[in-house]
């Protein structure tokens, strides 16, 4: 049933508009005419041979295999042998992309204090979607499949039979579950799209997964029938990067059915978007408009070719070195086992036995001794310098060096050792790139499905930094007030274990790490958040108490403790009488100004210990008034010490000095016409 509100008469021609029952053909024409596409102009043929050399078969889709020796010939005297070193190489550009944590926080147009607790539970909850909903897991598929493939895709929605089951529907008797969000990592050949839309900046995807249509069938069973004898489209098989040890897709061998999804924005084409669910080539069980502001399949391409919205494989320029270096192995192992074995020559009529001359020795018998054939040390010593060579090409085009491969046997110093990783990490810098646009929008999409589809209120367990449990609690509307999920990229140093364990060590000498839990993460991970934990809920509480007191009737709710950074709390409240207009209301300035007091008063009177534990100065106020105490003179062992005399009589210098035995006058004893001066 068509449920999209898409209006199809104003343009009729726009195969994505069309009413339900005309899209399953529409659909099928989009998939046929991309899968022609992919098979028509090799790349199909680029993705399975990429494949099949990153996993050690032979590119040809024999069973030769770097797992094992094999024999091929006439009569099995080529030995067949490899070294896989393109998967080496693979894995270290992996490596180095996913490698590292990112680094990701919410943001949000507004920094009021609400919204700045909706960005801290946005954080957590993005915690701890990345291992419950293996956010993690698909990121880094995503990224191993862009390496062979030029492009991986992570595909991100919210999972209407996921999570846990509440309820049974009492009118169909199935399960109502509590929903989850689900991201899975695909291959090119599982999303279809238009080819010749090159900047990526795509309308619409169909994409392709395989679900139990058994469970299908259960959660639409107005379809039962449909779903249970669909079947894929043609050429579903041919265009799958398959390796010699799979088995191809049959209908009856297996409870799966691949089930293609469109996926439309919203345009001016289609004003409401559409999303619809069609199960093999059969039926469409599904309907309704776009639910998502973004499309859920989400690419990383590091590398587009020209005029296609297709990507470049970074090992594909791999695969004829890793060719060449399998047929000099194998020629190599091949010649030793051929012509490596002892010969012993000896004439006709010798009658020697190879028991006589012992196991793995050869006997051979002429009339004349035989030339001798050098296939020793010399053409080994070739062989290797060729394998030395190839490796080298390998490494310069990927800019692995041998200290990202693990041999740092040269003779250099543990700086110029780190100095080679980071020019590695910064090589390949546009794959590290690439990755982190991509989880920036997988996770912006986790935020907004987890916004639009969570119901009531939701508890998140959190393992806090440094082990600290906690929870979040939240309602999905609250997720609304954040737009974005954005990713920094660390330094090239920081995505390195020894430039992690220098940034640590550097921060232990600064003062700035206090905690050896902060040493220790900062070392594995390199964020700096355990470091920046404290000044971020500072910053949050200040900001919070200025939106108060700029409210006369919440400015009684502001509250100062002895604990406060006064210093701080006393600046940034100050600050927001800079604006001219807020100074001319008696009200808010009245405020702010005795909240200020307040801080002051209590910083005055804050105790050392306070003080010591919270990282502050003492208070000028309270320092001065030390000062000028420890000036006074200290009291004899008989009491009070007297006052010094000054020098100079009682007006000082200048003045007659007096006899210190001498009584004061009397003033009432004044001379007649006197009267008494008053200071």
């Known amino acids: 049933m068509d449920t999209t509100g898409n209006s199809v008469s104003a343009n009729t021609e726009y195969w994505a508009a069309v009413p339900t029952d005309q899209l399953l053909g529409k659909m099928q024409d989009k998939i046929q005419l991309y899968y022609s596409y992919c098979l028509s102009s090799g790349r199909a043929d680029v993705w399975r041979r990429s494949y099949r050399l990153l996993y050690g078969w032979d590119a040809s889709g024999t069973f030769k295999s770097s797992r094992r020796i094999s024999f091929s010939g006439e009569e099995g005297e080529a030995v067949d042998a490899s070294a896989n070193i393109l998967r080496s190489l693979t894995r270290a550009m992996h490596t180095q992309i996913t490698g590292s944590r990112p680094s990701y926080a919410c943001r949000t147009t507004s920094n009021d204090s609400r919204s700045l607790e909706v960005v801290r539970v946005g954080n957590a909850l993005l915690d701890f979607m990345w291992t419950e909903a293996q956010l993690e897991q698909a990121l880094s598929q995503m990224a191993w499949y862009s390496l062979p493939s030029g492009e991986g895709w992570a595909y991100t929605r919210w999972d209407h039979w996921g999570g846990e089951p509440v309820a049974v529907d009492p009118m169909t008797g199935t399960l109502v579950w509590s929903g989850a969000v689900k991201c899975t990592a695909l291959k090119p050949e599982d999303v279809i799209r238009d080819i010749h839309q090159a900047d990526l900046n795509l309308d619409w995807v169909i994409v392709s997964t395989l679900e139990n249509r058994h469970a299908l069938a259960a959660r639409f069973p107005e379809y039962r029938s449909e779903i249970l004898n669909a079947s894929p489209p043609g050429q579903w098989n041919s265009i799958r990067a398959r390796m010699p040890s799979s088995q191809l897709y049959r209908d009856a061998a297996s409870d799966a059915v691949p089930v293609f999804e469109l996926w439309h924005r919203r345009t001016d084409a289609l004003p409401s978007g559409r999303h619809a669910m069609m199960v093999g080539t059969s039926c469409i069980v599904h309907d309704d408009e776009m639910p998502y502001s973004m499309l859920p399949a989400v690419p990383m391409i590091p590398s587009l070719e020209i005029d296609q919205a297709c990507g470049y494989g970074e090992t594909w320029d791999l695969n004829n070195l890793q060719q060449a270096i399998t047929s000099i192995i194998s020629q190599v192992v091949s010649t030793r086992e051929n012509f490596g074995a002892r010969n012993v020559w000896a004439t006709p009529g010798t009658r020697l036995s190879s028991a006589q001359v012992g196991q793995g020795f050869r006997i051979i018998e002429s009339a004349q001794k035989p030339e001798v054939i050098d296939m020793g040390a010399g053409y080994v010593g070739e062989a290797s310098s060729a394998i030395d060579l190839l490796k080298g090409l390998m490494q310069l085009q990927t800019g692995m060096n041998d200290t990202v491969l693990g041999d740092a046997s040269k003779s250099q110093s543990g700086e110029a050792l780190r100095m080679l990783h980071s020019m590695a990490m910064q090589y390949n810098s546009g794959l590290q790139a690439s990755y982190a646009r991509a989880s920036e929008k997988v996770m912006t999409l986790v935020i907004e499905a987890c916004g639009q589809y969570m119901q009531g209120e939701q508890i998140i367990p959190i393992v806090g930094r440094g082990n600290r449990q906690t929870v979040a609690r939240f309602k999905g509307e609250d997720l609304q007030a954040i737009d974005s999920v954005q990713i920094e990229m660390q330094a090239a140093s920081l995505r390195t274990s020894a430039g992690r364990l220098d940034v640590a060590d550097k921060l232990l000498q600064a003062g700035l790490i206090t905690d ?44 100062v403790l002895i604990s406060d950074n006064h210093a701080k709390h006393i600046s940034e409240h100050l600050s927001k009488l800079n604006d001219p207009d807020l100074r001319l209301d008696d009200a808010i300035t009245g405020a702010f100004l005795g909240h200020v007091q307040e801080h002051m008063q209590l910083w005055a009177a804050a105790p050392p210990d306070i003080l010591a534990a919270t990282g502050q100065a003492q208070a000028p106020s309270a320092a001065m008034a030390q000062q000028m105490a420890a000036q006074q003179p200290s009291p004899g062992p008989g009491g009070p010490m007297p006052n010094a005399a000054p020098t100079g009589g009682p007006g000082g210098a200048g003045f007659p000095a007096m006899d210190a035995n001498t009584p004061p006058a009397d003033v009432g004893q004044q001379e007649p016409g006197m009267e008494p001066t008053t200071i």
């Open 516 to 559: 050896p839990k902060q040493y220790f993460e900062v070392q594995a991970t390199g964020r700096l958040e355990p470091i920046l934990d404290a000044p971020y809920a500072e910053r949050v509480l200040i900001d919070a108490e200025n939106e108060r007191l700029m409210d006369p009737a919440s400015a009684q709710a502001v509250r």
